[in-house]
């Protein structure tokens, strides 16, 4: 693998790696994540090329079976895939969740909102985007179904209206405070943009909310998170 190690911030050694792909609409969630725990300074990012297939080769998918980005390596070399597994990981490390939630209600509610933020929103453009647009190129995409790809992005797009619909009331999407669930949906307004699906001018509270969050620094700098030095793996 080509990849390589992305240090920020690191007095010390960092305990922990992130395979992402710095853009991506996933790997985001994570970033947004770490931002929000505070805990940048622990971990180093390897850069793992999706438009190489990097993510298919058989030393990555000895790391995570499913071949998807983030993965999140403990230092005891244990791999956690999944953004909810890894968010829910990261916020448990102090013992002080702020992400995830506190009581069972909060747990409850913030998994259901997150799930349903992937079903109806991240992952249906991750389809629309892998199937009805050239997605990773021609080596990567080896199987298109392009009517599939557009009924998802039909899909996302009722998505969005769902999600609008429930912001008219309440300022985050689980209620009074921000959750791993906003960051769900904000990754999938991320995925929105990269793939050219603008939010109906009709989703008004979207659109508001979207613009509130890109205000906060763990959604703002979440590019510039790995940016300064770079060391080979
Ligand atoms: N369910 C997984 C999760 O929540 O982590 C999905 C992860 C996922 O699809 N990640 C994208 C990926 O690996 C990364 S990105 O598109 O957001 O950059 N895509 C590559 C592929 O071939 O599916």
């Not at 940048?40 to 080769?57: A, I, N, P």
């Not at 244990?78 to 953004?83: D, N, P, R, V």
């Not at 939630?101 to 349903?116: A, D, N, W, Y």
């Not at 990269?194 to 613009?211: D, F, G, I, N």
Request: hydrophobic letters at 40%; proline letters at 6%; charged letters at 25%.
């Amino acid at each position: 693998m080509t990849s390589e190690i992305i240090e920020f911030d690191a007095p010390k050694r960092a305990a922990m790696k992130i395979y992402d792909w710095p853009t991506g609409p996933y790997p985001a969630r994570v970033r947004i994540a770490l931002a929000e725990k505070n805990l940048q300074s622990r971990v180093q990012f390897v850069t793992v090329d999706l438009y190489k297939g990097e993510h298919k080769t058989a030393g990555f998918l000895a790391k995570n079976y499913s071949g998807t980005l983030p993965v999140l390596e403990l230092d005891d070399g244990t791999f956690i895939a999944e953004c909810t597994a890894i968010t829910e990981y990261l916020d448990a490390l102090d013992g002080a969740p702020t992400l995830t939630g506190r009581t069972p209600r909060e747990k409850g509610l913030i998994h259901m909102m997150s799930k349903r933020a992937e079903l109806e929103l991240l992952d249906a453009i991750s389809v629309y985007f892998h199937h009805a647009t050239p997605g990773l190129g021609p080596d990567v995409e080896i199987y298109q179904n392009a009517e599939w790809g557009l009924r998802q992005r039909d899909k996302a797009l009722r998505g969005m209206h769902y999600f609008d619909a429930l912001l008219k009331s309440q300022p985050f999407v689980t209620g009074e405070t921000f959750s791993m669930a906003d960051i769900t949906v904000i990754g999938g307004l991320i995925f929105a943009g990269l793939v050219e699906l603008p939010v109906p001018a009709a989703c008004e509270a979207l659109r508001t909310w979207y613009a509130r969050m890109q205000e906060r620094p763990s959604v703002r700098n979440r590019l510039t998170m790995s940016a300064p030095t770079k060391a080979s793996a």
